[in-house]
């Protein structure tokens, strides 16, 4: 996704994408991973710092 930003000679390039599995592994526990990616590329005279950001999460969780 491109973003222009009004009175600013800048334009950054936006892309974010993620993915997850569950798993039951029992009646009372689960367990879930999640992946997402996030990353931005500025471009022009106001341009800011490029980044990536990429986040894991591992979740177990206990029911009653």
């Known amino acids: ?11 950054d390039d936006h892309l ?11 009646r ?4 879930a991973l ?3 990616f996030d990353t931005r590329d500025s471009h022009g ?4 710092h490029d980044w ?3 986040t894991a999460a591992l979740r177990l969780l206990l029911q009653r």
């Open 1 to 11: 996704r491109r973003l222009a930003f009004e009175g600013l000679e800048r334009t």
């Open 16 to 26: 974010a994408a993620s993915i997850g599995a569950d798993w039951l592994l029992s």
């Open 28 to 31: 009372n526990v689960h367990l």
């Open 34 to 36: 999640q992946y997402e």
């Open 45 to 48: 005279v106001a341009a800011v």
């Open 52 to 54: 990536q950001r990429h």
